[in-house]
């Protein structure tokens, strides 16, 4: 049973390029891949996650923002290098496909409908919210059971709680002893992307391109306006509640920066993906970066951060100081923004169903594309469907930390798979010329280094760290066990290292995303093997034996 069966570079290329399955339109150039970027990260991480990380971790907030920049950067390079050497769709799965074999394939491609179709249901909610507000300011108000959720409806009615949903629950109309109450505005918004992103690259472009303008022209606004009412008193105490409290903020922070691989999705559908891709990603990184830096000083600046717990606090600060006619710029900007995430989003989901298809993975209907507009209409269809039905029965809280974890499970198998990428032959270098390559630096000694002196730094700073590391007691034990096993995986890693030479810049990738993944709580975990464990039901149940490499061993 060959479930580590490996796709060479050569079939990949005559599957995604010129050869069998082409048919896709290519009209992305490098701004356009870039603009993408930035429309899929600067959204709900800017709009709505960033109040409840400034919450954790204080001004000092900045910090996580800089180590899980650190830790994309060196994704996007592992991710530039892979699309630059298999430059077709299918993101993660396709490079693991690579690297890694089949089943790691599978699970990453499992992993990423988390990301792309699952972090769509967040972002819809946060965009009903805005929406909403937006309304209220023309003077249109829509019943409270059609803007939220049926869950936090409920929830808010068994803990008796005054507000939006006791007044849902309570007002709902009813059939039989089933309470209507569903997000509307949430629902629409996917109906109308899906149906923008069927009709195909050309006008998803046109619109993201204007909508990233658009957003990034109010965001400076906001930067420009805060600016003015920033009280330095508050930047004090800077860590408020320790490092622990700024880790607290991971899933939210991490969650800001999704979106950045989905650039590598477009491969197809670029005019010269393996010089424009890896610009695409590590530009719209470097943007994002500075902006998320910025605003989170503004916002922990302008007020205490433990005011900006909230779900919207843009809108929050400037109704803090009492600035309306920058709420009202503000909902727009909110409005515009998360529009171009769920767009940009629900064009990467398909175009994985689609690679998956065509390795005979998923059905054969999931590779059909439109003769007219040139999609994957079927996985379109499919995408809406799964991002639109979770709609009326799942909460915001739940889908956040779900995403969180799945795209940094991703981001690890990426970074893993340069590693195991072979070495690029002489012609392959030869051909390389305009193409991005990770510069190779020999981690030998590099590595043990950097984790010796690492380790040497954390002790001289937090004397007692490591001693507190090996406390178990009370709810210790779910805090400290991931971060001892993050060690250990150092340890080996430096052997590793040293044994076998990898490259730097990758294992730095791996690693850094691996320390990500220890500020994960245990319900993260528990949701996550879930879901993989469904994953691996579906994959041997159906992907196994219609595998194409399957058939062409049989």
Known sequence: MNIFRKKSITTILKQGGDGEHSGLNKVLNVRDLTLFGIAAVIGGGT????????????????LLYIICAIACGFT????????????VSGSAYTYAYVSFGELFAWIIGWALIMEYSIGNIYIAFSWSGYFTNLLETFGLHLPDWLTINYQSAHTAFLE?????????????????????????????????????????????????????????????????????YIDVDNWTPFMPK?????????????????????????AEECKNPQQDLPKGMIYSLIACTVVYIILALV???????????????????????????????????AVVAMTSVLLVFQMGQPRIWMTMSRDGLMPSRFSKIHPKYKTPSYATIVTGIVVGLPIFFTDETLVLDFTSIGTLFAFVLVCGGVLMLSPQSEEEMADSKGKFRIPYINSKFVFPSLYICSLILIHYLFPTYFVDLFDFSGDKLATNLPLIIFYILCIILSGLSFVKNF??????????CCYLLTGM???????????????????????YKNSKLNQTVS
Request: charged content about 10%; glycine content about 10%.
């Open 299 to 333: 916002l922990t600046g302008m007020v205490s951060y433990e005011l900006l717990g909230v779900s919207d606090p843009l809108a929050e600060i400037f109704a803090l100081k009492e600035i309306k006619w920058m709420l009202f710029i503000v909902s727009i900007a």
């Open 242 to 266: 320790g490092f622990g409290g700024v880790m607290a903020g991971v899933s939210a922070v991490f969650y800001a920066y999704i979106g950045f691989d989905a650039v590598s999705t477009l």
């Open 503 to 512: 490259s730097l810049i990758p294992l730095l990738g791996l690693v850094s």
């Open 76 to 87: 996007a390079m592992c991710y530039a290098e892979f699309a630059s050497r298999v430059p």
């Open 47 to 62: 709009f709505s996650a960033i109040g409840n990380a400034c919450f954790e971790g204080g001004p000092a907030v900045i």
């Open 521 to 543: 709580t245990v319900s993260n975990w528990i949701w996550f093997f879930g879901w993989l464990l469904i994953g691996l039901v579906v994959y041997f149940s159906f992907g």
């Open 160 to 228: 008796n709680k005054v507000g939006e949903g006791m007044t849902a629950w309570t007002s709902a109309p009813m059939i039989g002893s089933l309470r209507i109450i569903f997000d509307l505005p949430a629902v629409l918004i996917n109906v109308i992307i899906t149906y923008l992103v069927y009709r195909g690259a050309q006008e998803s472009k046109n619109v993201s391109n204007a909508m990233v303008i658009i957003k990034m022209a109010i965001i400076l606004l906001v930067i420009i306006v805060g600016c003015f």
